[in-house]
């Protein structure tokens, strides 16, 4: 079974960075409410393939990339309003 990817946050040139929300949900089990927590996962990918994950803030994910594009070399190809966005630098 495919792993579900989560939902687009943005693209940094070929990088992207993906959200997997899970809601809170109660139901009844031997006449208990039993409730489960939501939980939020943050994810960064590279085309369909999966480079990190686990991450608990979007900024953080978007701070990643952004050192790896300056260890590549092509953090000038980043969108001027991404940076502002999410204050990088």
Avoid: F, W
């Amino acid at each position: 079974m495919m792993e579900k990817r989560g939902h687009h946050i943005c693209k940094m040139v070929n990088y992207q960075v993906r959200q997997k929300v899970t809601q809170e949900t109660s139901r009844k089990v031997g006449g208990r409410l039993v409730t489960t927590p939501g939980t939020v996962e943050v994810m960064i990918y590279k085309s369909k393939s999966k480079v990190e994950g686990g991450m608990k803030d979007i900024k953080v994910a978007v701070q990643k990339i952004y050192q790896t594009l300056k260890k590549e070399g092509t953090e000038s190809l980043v969108d001027k309003r991404i940076i502002k966005k999410y204050n990088l630098i």
